[in-house]
């Protein structure tokens, strides 16, 4: 299936691109925190005093519907050591069926404990003002399911939600590998039930030892990992029922300077997912000024 219609639609894609290109001429910071994983978060937050901004675009596959783009831009902020803020704008098109901007997204996440645990507990909380045309899946929760995707967009844009999301993260550094596990709650402000969802990940950098000399494609500047991420009902259905899930390989390369780029094609493990999604990401991170501990 040709994807051509669905890329000349989503023109914001490119000028969001081009945004991209022009930060790369700004100071380096401080080594990148953006993790590899897209769905699942670990405890490592935004460096204090620093902003990143990325463009992640999700490729789907859609049966009985058009295939489609979605995408999220991120401004992402270092408030304090222990505090990251995040801003997304969401957007999507569909071959066929247009394009369209489909919501703003606020996160906080809090990391009560500084010092590196065994099991590393971070509190997170999103607003979020959307409609049913989004098609960014930055989570799987409740029933959602491929079908959901198929609806025309000239009705799911006109659907607008407004959405509180919790999650409990909880992360671990083991021999050179992050574990990490995400409980997540999400329930639409006007009415409905909670509902909730899962994300584990397993990350590695693909060596330990760093070289001395500053280079490009050594080792030490990848790293990958696997992630599992789905649904888990709601509160008046809880469970496996009527649920999707994904099994997703990652890889993510740290270009000197501050750059990131990410990979991860994703596979639907029921009926109910999609069959095949593909995931790609930039980052770019500059430093506006001295942040507080």
């Known amino acids: 299936m040709s994807v051509l219609p669905v890329v000349r639609s989503w023109r914001q894609l490119q000028r969001r691109a081009g945004l991209l290109a022009v930060l790369g001429a700004w100071p380096a910071a401080a080594p990148a925190q953006e993790r590899p994983s897209f769905v699942t978060y670990n405890h490592h937050m935004e460096e204090p005093g620093n902003l990143e901004i990325g463009l992640n675009p999700l490729f789907g596959t859609q049966r009985d519907g058009g295939s489609f783009l979605g995408s999220w831009l991120e401004l992402e902020y270092g408030v304090k050591g222990w505090w990251t803020m995040e801003l997304y704008l969401d957007g999507q098109a569909t071959r066929g069926q247009g394009s369209a ?46 079908a959901e995707h198929a609806e025309p967009l000239d009705h799911t844009r006109e659907e607008h939600e407004h959405e509180l999301e ?97 990979l991860s094609p994703t596979f639907g493990l029921n009926g109910n997912s999609h069959r095949f999604l593909l995931r790609f990401g930039i980052a770019r991170e500059v430093p506006l000024g001295r942040g507080g501990r």
């Open 101 to 146: 901007f489909t919501g703003f997204r606020w996160e906080n996440r809090w990391r009560p404990l500084m010092l590196e645990h065994k099991i590393n507990p971070v509190l997170y909380l999103e607003y979020a003002s959307v409609n049913e045309a989004d098609k960014t899946m930055r989570e799987v929760v409740g029933h959602d399911v491929e």
């Open 166 to 262: 919790a999650k409990l993260i909880l992360s671990s550094n083991v021999m050179g590998w992050n574990l990490a596990h995400n409980w997540i709650a999400e329930k639409n402000l006007a009415q409905g039930a909670w509902e909730f969802g899962y994300a584990v990940a397993a990350t590695r950098p693909f060596t330990l030892a760093a070289t001395s000399r500053r280079c490009t494609l050594c080792a030490e500047n990848f790293s990958g990992g696997v992630e599992v991420y789905g649904g888990l009902g709601d509160t008046d259905s809880f469970g496996f029922r009527d649920t999707s899930h994904y099994l997703a390989p990652f890889v993510a390369w740290s270009l000197p300077g501050g750059t990131t780029l990410r």
